[in-house]
């Protein structure tokens, strides 16, 4: 086994500056393994640190991808070889393997002597030139230029971590990006749930109106139906528009299947809040069969329970709204109550709300198309969530499509 | 054909308020045909103009369509039917059919008479009661009630825009915009509120807690204190936020001077809610002298009245705060009554809450950081609305140091 | 008084289309006066009105402004004067007083006669040669151009607002919002794709590398390959993350198909770079087989002409990419000439190059998934856009689905 | 000096879940002192590791800070002492100082054994009852409920971060967030200037044209003028906008100083170009006195350099532009060598390039209203920037104002 192992050392602030954190990671995300073999942590806080680690992959191949990688974090061989190096075979064209360049402060060991890359800027190549390193861009490269290939005789220095007193360069926080695969990801949130509620896990939806605005409210319908939903967290919007779309098919007087607003449209909102008061309740009417699908017909048909909580903006409310908060809050508690996953969906007010119930290990979903609200929910505390940004009428849609893939 | 045609009138400034081009355009929407009969432009700009259509259907079903939606753009056929009445078949339950209001200016005919509509607001009812008319709330509908049904004899008239003069509301153009020149509009916001007050208008603050987050308290409190506002309308988080940062100077946990972390800052927030039930309410803090700064602070010395509305993500919620939303919601509409300004702070759930309730004639400033907050408001019918994009956090402390300026 | 009042004539759909509206407008925001001397408003729909005013200034300098404000808004002054020509003093400089262009439809009275002005674009002047008008940037114009000077001898005709039927371009409102059925409106947009192809239409896709990030290149890949596309302008971004995408399934490093980080992935970028600059161009990356996928490799495969367009963020950029501005500028103007349609996908940037390139009447959607985005591109006068508020890697798929379902 | 010091031990994946580093950060954070007595790092990934520190206040009170800090952080005790319990004094009333609960597992040590806090939420107080510790929400605790005080007895179990293979839950960047103090951080931005400038640092201004639609154009003049700006980068629209606004005191034809239109300020944006190219260059015209303020005019007068990089959607653009942009690269990285601070201002375009060119160590500030563009910066790589969500209008005329008062 000692052939795919080899030593590395790394030193400086290790642990305040999060650097061994960010090796170990890297070594664990590609499958390898460590031991530390040595550590001393400096004693007081200015005192720099020194580690050095056994780092052991499945084959060479497998142990270069993990030095490779860890070289980038500040990681050293104990044994350390020169930088190779290969000519440029024409103007502005570097050769294969080329070593892409990071912002960090980088030495490269040459003629067995480290020497400091200057100009340093990112994804460039690094010419050497006269005993010197030059960070160089493309368009700069000439024919003939000694350009560093592979990741060999390499030393990238992180920067420190700013510390002590007050800075106004403290305020970083986490967050979530638009920028991601959006297919992907629906898939990987269908597999969530899908072994979630196969290992008999409790799944709860929190969910705004803007699920049946965007025209997602069939998707949600058929997720109850198909039994992965355990409860429904919403307030009086989304089951007022529920029901309108429904009964009406508008959603505020816009006909959800070709967006044109409906004749006497503006009136299908208060006509729906009257509805449901003429029945009584949503159950009234899913009993007298004057609501026959949606989401809350979902709910009342497959007795998965909701509690709609009663907010300061709400028409009517319905019947069926707790409009005391304090009463909500003790029945959003109770179907909180070993939850295993939280789907929070275009409701900042009720995402809040069930984000300061939760524990820290119950897994969240936050879906908006509206960034900051993914970010407020976790500066308040929810930070083990997941925020996706994505348009929620396009994204539950492909969600449930996957889910119903799963099934089969 | 004759049969299925109808003349109709409308007059006012037909044409710079662009009613006459809604009225072509929604009998064209509606497939409708129609010819003008007679049109009288006001030969000067203060003059109104009249006009007299021929509206045609193509079968009864289709005209009554087509009346109906011109209705509700002023227009008025011209042999005038009275309203029809229905009684309320139970509490809170109005009868099918029932005219749906809009928040514009509303006559009803009834005994040959027209009468105003009294309380106007959109999306209610309108219950007659000894030859008064009065827009009421579903909730607020009794058993036996007269409720309106149908659209006849409804005359609206919708809103004059504004015209001529530099006036802060002239800003809009189809949305809002965060590319404009702050300062200056600082300083127009000042001159309205300053003049607003002059007059002996009504001032009415809706707010949310990043109102203290962001460092605006002062100059919140700042327009109390100087007699600017007549009424404040919040929930639960703005009165623990200002009242921790009055106590305690900080804002969950984060000391708002210097933006650093408090020592065991995190408590902060849950003993400033604790500090308030024991004194039983934020009045008696002010009484006791434990609370002697701040919003609440002068609103409670300068007898302002506030209403704080409960919702589902509240902490505590302190004593002051109305826990039944349909209760609140009384409340803040009370509060609203002949209010001639509001200005709506960083809270999309209140803001849109306090929109609901206001007739279209209310000057309305809506200032927030996030621009899909003041759009959503707009969307939701509060066209009249000023949204201002900006940093409340600076924009606020500007405004006060122009009102301060007025004032000498 | 008589000596500063002057008749003006407009005609068209002067109410329908907000002429006349605008007009008053105008006239009493500039303090001027008014009267109408006739008016007659078509008696059907079809029929045009006409109107004949009587405008008055305070002095000649308010009245020659008054009349210069409203004939951007249609009106012609009775007593036609022609226009105004001055020789450009010296190359890229226009005279003194220059008119400057909406992107309306405009005509010029000259020799006698009206001559429509060829190439309309916005922000540009008119130069006149040979007895035609040609509307001409700046970096165009060429020393003793005869360019056109005041506003005297310019018709406008703003363009007619679209009627009846529905067509996904009615969807706008205020401002584009993403509060709309997402499924329906990908439909619609699928639709009207379709429908423009089939008529022999002109598409042009304007895109940003985000299109790659979530997901969407293999969508616009296909609408390419389908024969949809008769162009695309994008910048260096879109082209290297989409041959990094196709040649080793990564965008900036991150495997497409499942998010996770690449092995080395973050040379990818840089090597994709190399690799055409070892090729020589993207054309030769295609024809070595080096490039067999994506959206760069149909349209290569396909010859439909793309252009990139440097900038000063350019990793590279690419021996494809037209680094000088001034000269892409003219190539994206020759793509775009006889478009019908402009579909504009997440990137600022070129959209509101492109925006600024095309006269009213053209077709143009915005997708993105930031609202302020699609704002600023209205606020930029690219007022006919229809503006799409949704997560692009889940918007495109669905579109191209719908397209493929109308191809049956 | 040892009677204020305290030894505390913590385990679990003290390195790979960050614990290490938190509870050091904390201690540094509040100025105490440690030093690491024993630890012992897991020698395999799934091994727990074990700490043992030797903490130090400079008294007693500032001792109890750092262990009831640290405590939050899983740190605990050797020697462990029980929690304290007071009963509450009347319903929904906790006792003083009571124990502020976190949403992370929590045991407590009662009775010599350490029992689990059940229903964990945070923001609560915990109940004791029957050896059983119950999390209990201020309006369900009644009198005399025995509830934990202080931090003592008090054992955090900081969740362990997931690990290995792919999970949907690791997309969390950093971010930035638009609820702080707005005067706080531009006191804290100004105070940075300040430093830097004093220790003859190089700070350089990355803007776009926002600067001067928002009004803050005079700010960025004064910071040039005042010394404070070694060089500006820059896009033809910020220099086109700042002259029109100098010279004709408009930005696109909107009176900065009032929002108004300026009569035929359509106009004024190509007017400027034009008499750019009439004086031949941004020098000339301030040599022959035709621009005598504003950013660019500060720019000449002082000697500052500038490079306006070229882009596919400039007007003109004029002909200071670099219109080539690999040529404009070249430019704005000799002017960002050895950088001190580089503030970027309202422009994503300008800020991304020149976050590619820098260092991972140049201090870099982000000002943007729009918190994406902010996230996108730091996305792609310069993670080391500060973001601050604000007003550009209002927040840069606060720096400024500040910076005056550190002068004086």
Redesign the interface.
């Known amino acids: 086994m000692t052939k795919f192992s080899q030593e590395i050392e790394v030193s400086g602030h290790l642990?305040?500056s999060?650097i061994?954190?960010k090796i170990?990671?890297k070594?664990?995300?590609?499958?390898g393994?460590?031991?530390?073999e040595e550590?001393n942590?400096?004693?007081?806080?200015k005192d720099p640190s020194y580690a050095r680690l056994l780092v052991t992959g499945k084959n060479q191949k497998h142990l270069d991808?993990i030095l490779?990688?860890i070289h980038?974090e500040g990681a050293v061989s104990k044994i350390q070889k020169g930088i190779l190096l290969k000519k440029s075979?024409k103007d502005?064209?570097?050769p294969d393997d080329?070593y892409?360049t990071?912002?960090?402060?980088t030495q490269v060991f040459h003629n067995e002597k480290w020497i400091q890359v200057e100009?340093?800027?990112?994804?460039?190549?690094i010419v050497i030139k006269d005993n010197r390193a030059f960070c160089v861009?493309?368009?700069d490269v000439k024919k003939g230029d000694e350009i560093i290939v592979g990741e060999g005789g390499i030393k990238i220095t992180p920067?420190e971590r700013p510390?002590?007193g007050?800075n106004?360069?403290e305020?970083?926080?986490?967050?979530?990006?638009?920028?991601?695969?959006?297919?992907?990801?629906?898939k990987?949130?269908a597999e969530?749930i899908y072994k979630t509620k196969k290992s008999e896990g409790k799944i709860i939806i929190v969910g705004g109106p803007?699920i049946v605005?965007?025209?997602?409210a069939d998707a949600v319908a058929d997720l109850i139906k198909l039994g992965f939903i355990d409860g429904v967290l919403a307030?009086n919007a989304l089951a007022v528009h529920d029901i309108e779309y429904a009964t009406l098919g508008t959603?505020l007087g816009?006909n959800?299947?070709?967006?044109?607003l409906a004749?006497?449209g503006?009136?299908n909102?208060?006509?729906t809040?009257?509805a449901v008061?003429?029945a009584g309740s949503i159950a009234n009417m899913v009993k007298t069969k004057k609501l026959t699908r949606g989401i809350m017909y979902q709910c009342v048909k497959n007795k998965i329970p909701f509690v709609l909580?009663?907010?300061?903006?709400?028409?009517?409310?319905l019947?069926d709204v707790i409009?005391?908060?304090?009463?909500?809050?003790r029945e959003?508690?109770k179907m909180l109550?070993d939850a295993n996953m939280v789907i929070m969906i275009s409701t900042?007010?009720?995402s809040?709300?069930t984000g300061?119930?939760?524990?820290?290990?119950v897994?969240v979903i936050v879906v908006d198309?509206?960034?900051?609200t993914v970010?407020?929910l976790m500066?308040r505390?929810?930070w083990?969530a997941?925020?996706i940004?994505?348009?929620?009428?396009?994204?539950l849609?492909?969600v449930v499509q996957q889910i119903k893939k799963q099934k089969r």
């Open positions: 642990i305040d999060s061994l954190t170990f990671d070594i664990m995300d590609l499958h393994e460590f031991q530390v550590i942590i400096g004693k007081k806080k991808e490779e990688t980038r075979p502005m064209v570097m080329f892409s990071t912002n960090n402060h100009n340093m800027m990112m994804d460039k190549c861009p493309i368009r920067p510390r002590e007050v106004v360069f305020f970083m926080g986490s967050s979530s990006s638009s920028e991601r695969p959006t297919q992907h990801i629906a990987k949130v969530d803007a605005h965007t025209g997602a307030g959603s816009m959800v299947h070709d967006a044109t004749y006497r503006h009136r909102h208060m006509e809040i009257n008061f003429r909580a009663g907010s300061i903006r709400d028409d009517g409310p019947p409009t005391d908060v304090a009463e909500a809050q959003y508690k109550k900042m007010l009720h809040i709300a300061n119930m939760l524990p820290a290990n897994k198309i509206n960034q900051p970010t407020k500066d505390g929810t083990q997941l925020g940004v994505t348009d929620v009428g396009a994204f849609p492909m």
